[in-house]
Each structure stands twice: as C-alpha cells, then as structure tokens.
C-alpha cells in the first residue's frame, strides 16, 4: 500500500438499537486529536447509515461500536450492505461484542468470518486503534502527532 493516499476519515457509529454513546465519544476524540476526520454517526446507527456516510464522505475506515450483546445480529449481512453500496474502506469493530465474552478468540473469528478486518475489545485503548488505522490506511507518524497521542 502505498503511504498517505488513502482517505483519512473515518466513519464511526454504534451499530443497531444499541444507545452506549461513551465509548464512540472518547473514540473521536482520540481520533480527532491524532488528525483524523471523524464522521461520529452516534447511537442507533443502520447498516445503511454506516454505507451512505462511507460513501459520502469517502471514508478510509468504517469504525463498528457495540456494547448491548447483540453484535453478532447486528451485523449479519453488514459486509454485503457496504458491498452493494460500493464502499471498500476498511472495517473494524469493538467493544462488548458477545454477552459475557466468555471466549475472546471465539468472538474474534465470529466477527473475523462476518468479515470485518479487525475486531478489538472493551479493552482496547484507542492509541491501538489509531496505530491499526495508520497501519491499515497507509498514514505515516509525525512527531506532531506522536507528541499528541503521547500526550
Ligand atoms: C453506562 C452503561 C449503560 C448506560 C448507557 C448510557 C449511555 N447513553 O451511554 C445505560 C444505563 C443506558 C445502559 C443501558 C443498557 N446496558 Co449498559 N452499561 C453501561 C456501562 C456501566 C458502562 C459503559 C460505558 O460507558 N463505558 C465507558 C466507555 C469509555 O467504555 P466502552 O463503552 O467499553 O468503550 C471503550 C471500549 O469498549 C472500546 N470500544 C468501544 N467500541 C469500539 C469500537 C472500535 C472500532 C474500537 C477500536 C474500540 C471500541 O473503546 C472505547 C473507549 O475506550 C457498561 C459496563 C461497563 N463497565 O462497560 C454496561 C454494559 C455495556 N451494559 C450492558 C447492558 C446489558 C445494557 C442493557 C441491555 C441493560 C438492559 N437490560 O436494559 C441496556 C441497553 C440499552 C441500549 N439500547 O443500548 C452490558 C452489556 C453486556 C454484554 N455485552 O455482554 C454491560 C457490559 C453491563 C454488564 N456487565 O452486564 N448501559
């Protein structure tokens, strides 16, 4: 992949009924402050929401929350939306993803095999996900913004 051609906006939004709004807030700040362009969808977001605003604002990452226990349903047929729409970001989904998440691996490859490219926990800090998307979206690191994370 070739560095710094890739879109640097991210679309972010908590998936289905699902109305957990602290952790999408963080995360855009976090990602806001690392210099991306964030496109918060908020709570309650559609699959199509997520497809129209990917689109519309030719996102680089499509960014997956959800915290209720109801992932797995949520996102069944969610690759094939964005597909049909046209759009070919990169995907990634997080938080309390399974009820309990008894077995870590187990709910990796469930969201692994709905097709997502990465799938992080309720622990994730968002320093991961900001050095997943620079990885993923080709971004190099400036000191600027090494110091921003840092700090
Ligand atoms: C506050 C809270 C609520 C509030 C939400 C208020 C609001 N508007 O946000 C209220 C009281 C409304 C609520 C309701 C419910 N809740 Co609640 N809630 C919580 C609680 C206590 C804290 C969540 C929170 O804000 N955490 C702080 C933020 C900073 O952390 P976070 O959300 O985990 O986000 C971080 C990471 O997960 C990660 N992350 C999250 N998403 C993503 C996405 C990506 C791409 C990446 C990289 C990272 C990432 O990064 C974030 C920032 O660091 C948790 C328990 C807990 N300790 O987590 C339960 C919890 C999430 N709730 C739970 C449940 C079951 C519910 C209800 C279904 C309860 C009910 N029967 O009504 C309802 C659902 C209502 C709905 N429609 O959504 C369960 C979920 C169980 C599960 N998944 O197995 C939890 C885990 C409590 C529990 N232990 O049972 N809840």
Not at 12 to 26: E, K, M, P, Q
Not at 32 to 53: H, I, K, P
Not at 97 to 116: M, N, S
Not at 127 to 148: P, V
């Amino acid at each position: 992949m070739v560095p710094n051609t890739m879109s640097q906006t991210v679309v972010l939004g908590v998936i289905g009924s699902d109305a957990h709004v602290v952790g999408i807030t963080i995360l855009e700040q976090a990602f806001s402050a690392a210099g991306f362009d964030v496109v918060n969808l908020g709570v309650q977001t559609s699959q199509e929401e997520f497809a129209e605003a990917a689109v519309a604002h030719d996102a680089g990452a499509v960014l997956v929350s959800s915290l209720y226990g109801h992932a797995e349903q949520d996102c069944q047929g969610f690759h094939e939306v964005l597909e049909e729409a046209g759009v070919e970001a990169e995907t990634y989904i997080g938080g309390n993803l399974a009820v309990g998440q008894d077995d870590w691996e187990e709910t990796r490859a469930t969201f692994e095999a709905l097709g997502f490219d990465r799938v992080f926990d309720s622990e994730t800090d968002p320093e991961e996900a900001i050095a997943a998307l620079r990885d993923d979206l080709g971004l190099t690191t400036t000191d600027t913004e090494r110091a921003t994370i840092s700090s």
